[in-house]
């Protein structure tokens, strides 16, 4: 008899938690909540291996590096002398900070603070940043890892000696993966009178949803997304993934090929041939919603928009 594959605690809870719901006589299972795609450091390495892949560059990245040139010497201006702490909200590797410092540090002081739900990408970040020029101080303490909804706390908690102002990235269309009035709340709160926020989300448009749909999910995506599942005990070869556009959100999912019954802590989920399992919710807004939504938090609000309208930087200040 071969091993009992292992479940994840946390997985298991929110699959329990969340049930399914009935698309006609489809059962459908949302896993979709990003805490999940890094409980594991092979998970948020699959996540910085499918950002430095060609297509995901040419979609998203490369349009917002684009706008962050273009905006670059406004965020210079606008900054005061004083010394700042430079949030970086889903940090990553901290490799999209990097510019932010060399320009900002020729100006002010200036401390690195990485806030990420996985370990594996604060120390990350952290190790990437230490080595660059200009960086008077990269903060280290246990609130860098952390959901979204301490964020008030953490933006507050940053406020202390000489450093009162706090500037924060919240780049790589982090945003689309949460509510967005939840989350911009939280920040706003947290936020003080001449603070700043940096943020980078895609926007929808009808032909930007065709393409998305036409792409479907390559390879990286669903190498990286696949894992959450897996750790249910589902097998790769019995599911199948796919990408649809529904409510105005992208969705990945995948379809199970065959039932499956799981056990675990005195309980027991089966699924059946048919079901569909959630991985990725991605919220899309236009550029009217988008900026009109920003409008509820912000006083300043300056936003470039790539050429295609498929990308949006927004400079906001409270």
């Known amino acids: 008899?071969?091993?009992?594959?292992?479940?994840?605690?946390?997985?298991?809870k929110e699959l329990i938690k969340r049930g399914y719901s009935l698309d006609g006589k489809t059962r459908v299972w949302d896993l979709g909540d990003s805490k999940l795609w890094y409980l594991k450091p092979e998970q948020a390495q699959g996540y910085l291996d499918l950002i430095e892949t060609d297509a995901y560059k040419k979609k998203f990245i490369n349009?917002?590096?684009?706008?962050?040139?273009?905006?670059?010497?406004?965020?210079?201006?606008?900054?005061?002398?004083?010394?700042?702490?430079?949030?970086?909200?889903?940090?990553?590797?901290?490799?999209?900070a990097i510019r932010f410092i060399k320009e900002l540090s020729k100006k002010i002081k200036l401390r690195y603070c990485p806030v990420d739900i996985s370990a594996y990408m604060v120390n990350k970040a952290v190790k990437n940043i230490n080595?660059?020029?200009?960086?008077?101080?990269?903060?280290?303490?246990?609130?860098n890892i952390s959901d979204f909804d301490n964020t008030e706390?953490?933006?507050?908690?940053?406020?202390?000696?000489?450093?009162?102002?706090?500037?924060?990235?919240?780049?790589?269309?982090?945003?689309?993966n949460t509510e967005f009035h939840d989350l911009m709340y939280q920040i706003h709160i947290g936020m003080k009178p001449g603070d700043i926020i940096l943020i980078g989300n895609f926007l929808w448009t009808k032909e930007h949803e065709d393409e998305?749909?036409?792409?479907?999910?390559?390879?990286?995506?669903?190498?990286?997304?696949?894992?959450?599942?897996?750790?249910?005990?589902?097998?790769e070869e019995d599911m199948s993934v796919n990408r649809r556009i529904k409510?105005?959100?992208s969705e990945i999912y995948f379809t199970l090929n065959k039932d499956h019954l799981i056990e675990f802590g005195g309980k027991e989920v089966r699924f059946f041939r048919g079901d569909q399992i959630i991985v990725l919710v991605g919220y899309l807004y236009s550029k009217e919603i988008f900026k009109g939504f920003l409008?509820?938090?912000?006083?300043?609000?300056?936003?470039?928009?790539?050429?295609?309208?498929?990308?949006?930087l927004a400079l906001c200040k409270k």
Not at 1 to 12: S, V, W
Not at 299 to 308: G, R
Request: some cysteine; hydrophobic content about 40%; aromatic content about 8%.
């Open 247 to 249: 409510n105005h959100r």
């Open 153 to 176: 706390n953490i933006l507050n908690i940053l406020r202390n000696g000489e450093y009162k102002k706090n500037f924060i990235l919240f780049l790589g269309g982090t945003l689309g």
């Open 212 to 235: 998305l749909i036409k792409s479907g999910v390559q390879k990286e995506h669903s190498d990286w997304l696949v894992k959450v599942p897996l750790q249910l005990g589902l097998k």
């Open 1 to 12: 008899m071969g091993n009992k594959p292992q479940i994840n605690d946390l997985i298991f």
């Open 131 to 143: 080595v660059v020029e200009g960086v008077k101080e990269v903060v280290e303490f246990h609130w």
């Open 295 to 312: 409008n509820l938090y912000f006083d300043y609000i300056q936003m470039e928009v790539s050429p295609d309208e498929t990308y949006a």
């Open 63 to 96: 349009k917002e590096e684009n706008l962050i040139s273009k905006k670059m010497q406004e965020i210079v201006d606008m900054v005061n002398n004083e010394p700042i702490n430079l949030v970086d909200l889903g940090c990553g590797d901290g490799t999209r």
